[in-house]
Structure formats: structure tokens, C-alpha cells
């Protein structure tokens, strides 16, 4: 017990350094400061920065304004007509391909000769093997299966059984083009148009100036639960606490982005990206300024590193303490008797907001999810792979093909990060303790036990 309330101190003791140079807070020699008084200062250095507080009618309805206010979103509420971020261009490099899912349809995104973005669905037009299985070589995305090549926006660019010269007429290849979806690369992050390619408008991306001088932290989050859940929660509570006062900014870019802005410098932005049913994943990206102190601490070698650890563990720890939460509100919107719109006043006005455009986008086109071809949800067709054994099979699939793709492999579906970290720091606490201790034990105890046994002989 002694043990995990020194832990506890000393993690709070860190994130009390990290927040204080994150918000250039000041603190003065032999003074004992705690959580609660950071909070309540950065409360007051924001008031302070706004001046005078507004009554609370002005600022709710300031707040709802710039939430639905963005002259960016569709006319109409809609699944489809919309932009989604599926990654970050992390996931593409050194010719990597990156397979995902958004609602429910398998789909794999790669860069191509030109270093574009490339979007397809995850099916060789050819023999319909997962591409994902596949690799990129120069820009082109082969198939595992029997070699067909794919490069800009999914074009077939090389068939190996099809000879392109000596013949009279040079083949035809663009009946063999996989089902390719409008894709780019903005603002760091990798963006899809769900809907028909000839109706992407890259105009509705949203826009949002990236402040100059602030330490970015990116955080991948998995949740065994529909994307809405998630939004509302998002809505109701950023992940970064600090900020969740009467400065903080809440602000919903349709269908499913969250940001929160703070007069302290703190802001963050969370995708909800709708993987398939009872599964979404949440691109978070905060931005800290960067104050005099913070800009040192970044300068030391391993700092930046570090701090990105801290806030990514800090994010998988207030995803762990609100995923119950979440869970709860999603398993009880099965039951007939509970509404799936909250009702005004039983939870905050943003919620009620996103819940009417999601009822009345749902009125419009009707199931949001990728529909097999026979009007079904699509689900996996064989269950899920169980038998580990290599000479069962077919060789080489069991080793390569992942079904549920994108793995959920973050907190707070899989503690296993987490975990990680929080084993790594007692450890290394537990270190910073006992060898100490041990020094102190031996140099005050070994002279006297000596000193004992020299006057009994």
C-alpha cells in the first residue's frame, strides 16, 4: 500500500511539472502546489485572458454557435457526402499500405507513383483476394494472388499473364481497375470521401489554421462500441481535463470530429472513425504551446519522446475511466424504452445537437454501415480464425491476413499499452526508491553492526 501511494505521488508530481511548463504557469519557491491549485489557476489566468466573464446565457449560447456554426458542413445531414480522417501519413511510409475500415467496408490506402494518396477497396477485381495481403513496389500496389499491379486512384497498370508488346493492339487495361474512393492527405492527417468519387468536394475538408509554435502529440484510441457513443462523450468532456471550464470552446465539425479550444494554449481535435458495427477508433490530436519552458524541456535530447509518452498515457488513462461509461449508454440504447435522442436538459446541448443530425441523417439514407450485396450487414463470413496451427490452411493466409482490420490494439479496448507504461514507471520508481534506501541502509547499519562485532571480540 506504502508502495502504490508513493507511485501515485510521484506520477502526480510529473504530471504537475509537464502541466506547468505546458501552460507557463509560474510557481513560487516553498510553495506547495497541487492538481487543484493548477487547475484553479489556469481557471483564472483564463478569465483573465478573456476579460470579463459573460453571463451564462451569452456564453451557452456563444458555445452552441460555434459548435454547428462552420459554414463548411453539407446542406444536408448525411453519411455519405462527407469526409472521414482514417490515418496520419505515418502509416504510409517507406512504402507501406495502410487497411482500414469505415463502416464496416474493408478498404486499403497507399501512395502511388506520384506519392498521392490512393484509396481502394480491399478486393482484387481479379480473383477478389484481400490487396491488404498484398505489398507496394514503386508506387504500385501488387496482389499476392496472381500479380496484378494498381497505382493512381486504382488504376490496373500491370497484368503479369498479359504481354503489352508484340501485340497489334495494346490491352485494354482499365476494365480491370479496382473500386477506388476519393482520398488526400490534409492538415497531417489522411482523409476518404465515403460517397462517389465524381461528388468529392475538397472544399468541405474542414479548415482550421495550425497555430505556429506548439508540441502536437497524436493518440490512437480503440472502442468496442458505435461511433455516436463515442462523439457524445467527446461532446460532453474533452480528454485533457484541464480545460473543461467555462474557457473551453467546444466546437463539432460534421459528421464526426470533436475539438475543444482553450485560452491557455491547450487544443485538441478527436475523429470518431467509424471502423464497422460496435467498433470505432479515435484519431486524438492535441497541441500545447509552447512557453518558455516548455520550448527548453523540448530541446533536451529524449524530452520530446518523453512528453509525447506521458500525454499519450495520460489520454489512455481518461479513456479507461470513461469507456464503463460509454459501454453502459451503449448497451442500454438496444432497449426499446430508452431514448436514443437525450432529452433536452438530461444531457449537454452539443449531444442533443449531434443526436438530432444523426437521427435525421439515419431518416435519409437509412443504414449507415457497408451492405453486402445481398442488403445484408457485412460480418465476417467465416467467424473469426482460431486454429494457430501452420500446416492447416492454406499456406501463407493465416500468416498474413488479418480479418478485422484495423487491429484494435489501443486503450481502452486493449489495456496492453497502457499497462506497459504504467509497469515501465513503477519500475522505474521502485528503482529510484530502493537504491537510494539500500545506499542509506548499508552505510548507517554496516558500521555499526562492524562496530558491534569488534567490541564482542
Not at 190 to 218: C, E, I, N
Request: glycine share 6%.
Amino acid at each position: 500500500i506504502k508502495f502504490q501511494l508513493m507511485t501515485n505521488v510521484v506520477l502526480q508530481m510529473s504530471e504537475l511539472a509537464f502541466f506547468t511548463s505546458a501552460y507557463k504557469l509560474h510557481m513560487p519557491r516553498n510553495s506547495r502546489w497541487t492538481l487543484n491549485d493548477v487547475r484553479m489557476t489556469l481557471r483564472l489566468n483564463s478569465e483573465l485572458a478573456s476579460g470579463a466573464r459573460k453571463s451564462p446565457e451569452v456564453e451557452k449560447k456563444d458555445t452552441c454557435t460555434a459548435s454547428f456554426g462552420n459554414a463548411t458542413q453539407p446542406e444536408q445531414p448525411s453519411f455519405l457526402h462527407a469526409w472521414y480522417a482514417v490515418g496520419i501519413p505515418g502509416q504510409l511510409e517507406h512504402g507501406k499500405l495502410f487497411a482500414t475500415q469505415l463502416f464496416g467496408e474493408p478498404l486499403v490506402l497507399y501512395r502511388d507513383a506520384q506519392e498521392g494518396i490512393a484509396c481502394v477497396r480491399d478486393v482484387c477485381p481479379h480473383r477478389s483476394a484481400p490487396l491488404s495481403m498484398g505489398d507496394v513496389q514503386g508506387g504500385v500496389l501488387r496482389c499476392f494472388y496472381h500479380g496484378w499491379g494498381f497505382g493512381e486512384q486504382g488504376k490496373c497498370v500491370n497484368v503479369p499473364t498479359i504481354s503489352l508488346t508484340g501485340s497489334k493492339a495494346p490491352p485494354n487495361l482499365d476494365r480491370f481497375c479496382a473500386t477506388a474512393y476519393a482520398a488526400v492527405e490534409h492538415a497531417g492527417l489522411l482523409w476518404v470521401w465515403r460517397g462517389s468519387p465524381l461528388t468529392a468536394d475538397t472544399r468541405k475538408l474542414p479548415r482550421h489554421p495550425s497555430p505556429d509554435q506548439t508540441f502536437a502529440v497524436v493518440t490512437m484510441l480503440d472502442y468496442a462500441c458505435d461511433w455516436p457513443f463515442v462523439v457524445e462523450s467527446s461532446l460532453e468532456s474533452p480528454f485533457w481535463r484541464f480545460h473543461g471550464d467555462p474557457s473551453n470552446v467546444a466546437r463539432f465539425d460534421l459528421p464526426n470530429v470533436v475539438r475543444h479550444y482553450d485560452v491557455s494554449g491547450v487544443s485538441e481535435e478527436a475523429h470518431a472513425v467509424p471502423i464497422a458495427p460496435y467498433r470505432t477508433r479515435v484519431i486524438l490530436r492535441q497541441r500545447f504551446r509552447e512557453g518558455p519552458i516548455l520550448s527548453k524541456l523540448l530541446k533536451i535530447p529524449g524530452a520530446r519522446s518523453l512528453l509525447t509518452n506521458v500525454v499519450r498515457n495520460w489520454n489512455y488513462r481518461i479513456s479507461l475511466e470513461d469507456y464503463p461509461a460509454i459501454q453502459s449508454r451503449a448497451r442500454n440504447s438496444d432497449k426499446a424504452d430508452f431514448p436514443q435522442t437525450p432529452k433536452p436538459g438530461s444531457r449537454s446541448e452539443h449531444a442533443c445537437h449531434f443526436w438530432e443530425w444523426h437521427r435525421r441523417a439515419r431518416e435519409r439514407e437509412g443504414q449507415q454501415y457497408f451492405l453486402r450485396w445481398d442488403g445484408r450487414i457485412a460480418e465476417p463470413r467465416y467467424g473469426p480464425q482460431t486454429d494457430d496451427d501452420d500446416v492447416v490452411g492454406t499456406f501463407g493466409l493465416k500468416k498474413n491476413y488479418v480479418q478485422n482490420n484495423p487491429p484494435a490494439e489501443n486503450a481502452p479496448a486493449c489495456y496492453a499499452p497502457y499497462k506497459e507504461f504504467q509497469d515501465a514507471t513503477r519500475a522505474a520508481i521502485a528503482g529510484a526508491i530502493t537504491v537510494p534506501a539500500a545506499t542509506l541502509t548499508w552505510k548507517t547499519v554496516a558500521p555499526a553492526v562492524g562496530a558491534m562485532v569488534g567490541a564482542d571480540m
